[in-house]
């Protein structure tokens, strides 16, 4: 049995105390990895950005808002794991400044100076263990592979999970999964519960059973 840590969902940037960046993920996919990981007799820890959904009672859930509130709960908790899913979609820019009363409408154009967050993955990459393992995702609407493999090596991770922004708040998924060569290993499509179960299955293949 493998301790794994899976992130899931959006995180929130905020603008002003109302106002806020994100993006469209749902934490369906985080769920059914949850649920795949009991299934394959795993203790699945996850944690989770702001979602409409319920994740299994049983599971030890751990919420979050922003992108350095995923960071930092990653890194307490990612030293008592075997490993880590990486599946939420972190926000990747937050304003400069946060204003402290709602930006108020003026009928000018209105310009934010943006910059970006940690890199959540790339983060626990550079502290894994050699016992530790991760498994990144890359949604890319462009160059689909090229920017899975850049992220695989940026990251340090074990393995990439490649789909696609049709993936964003939907039931279904088509994936690919990439190892550290670079290899395609697995392909699945179908239900995000089917197509968590396969990359467990891979997980558990690959990178759980090779470091028993």
């Given at each position: 049995?493998a301790?794994?840590?899976i992130?899931?969902?959006p995180?929130?940037?905020?603008?002003?105390?109302?106002?806020?960046?994100?993006?469209?993920?749902?934490?369906r996919?985080?769920?059914?990895?949850?649920?795949?990981?009991?299934?394959?007799?795993?203790?699945?820890?996850?944690?989770?950005?702001?979602?409409?959904?319920?994740?299994?009672?049983?599971?030890e859930?751990?919420?979050?808002?922003s992108?350095?509130e995923?960071?930092?709960?990653c890194?307490?908790?990612?030293?008592?794991?075997?490993?880590?899913?990486g599946?939420?979609a972190p926000?990747d820019?937050r304003?400069?400044?946060?204003?402290?009363?709602?930006?108020a409408?003026?009928?000018?154009?209105?310009?934010?100076?943006?910059?970006?967050?940690?890199?959540v993955m790339?983060?626990?990459?550079a502290?894994k263990?050699?016992?530790?393992w991760?498994?990144g995702?890359a949604?890319?609407?462009e160059?689909?592979r090229?920017?899975a493999?850049t992220?695989?090596?940026?990251?340090?991770?074990?393995?990439?999970v490649?789909?696609?922004?049709?993936?964003?708040?939907?039931?279904?998924n088509q994936?690919?999964?990439?190892?550290?060569?670079?290899e395609?290993?697995?392909a699945a499509?179908?239900?995000?519960?089917?197509?968590a179960?396969?990359?467990?299955e891979?997980v558990?293949?690959?990178?759980?059973g090779?470091?028993k």
């Amino acid at each position: 049995m493998a301790r794994i840590l899976i992130t899931s969902g959006p995180t929130r940037q905020y603008l002003d105390p109302i106002r806020y960046l994100t993006n469209g993920s749902s934490g369906r996919m985080g769920r059914a990895l949850c649920e795949a990981a009991a299934h394959f007799g795993h203790d699945p820890v996850v944690i989770t950005g702001p979602v409409q959904i319920d994740y299994p009672a049983a599971v030890e859930i751990v919420s979050v808002t922003s992108t350095e509130e995923l960071l930092a709960a990653c890194s307490e908790r990612f030293p008592t794991c075997d490993g880590v899913i990486g599946a939420a979609a972190p926000c990747d820019y937050r304003p400069i400044r946060i204003e402290t009363q709602k930006i108020a409408k003026t009928g000018d154009p209105l310009h934010l100076d943006l910059i970006e967050t940690p890199d959540v993955m790339a983060t626990l990459g550079a502290q894994k263990r050699p016992d530790q393992w991760l498994v990144g995702f890359a949604l890319e609407t462009e160059d689909q592979r090229f920017r899975a493999l850049t992220k695989l090596v940026k990251k340090s991770c074990d393995l990439m999970v490649l789909n696609g922004p049709q993936a964003m708040d939907a039931l279904d998924n088509q994936i690919e999964i990439l190892n550290a060569a670079g290899e395609l290993v697995a392909a699945a499509q179908g239900s995000k519960v089917d197509v968590a179960l396969r990359i467990l299955e891979i997980v558990d293949e690959q990178l759980v059973g090779s470091r028993k």
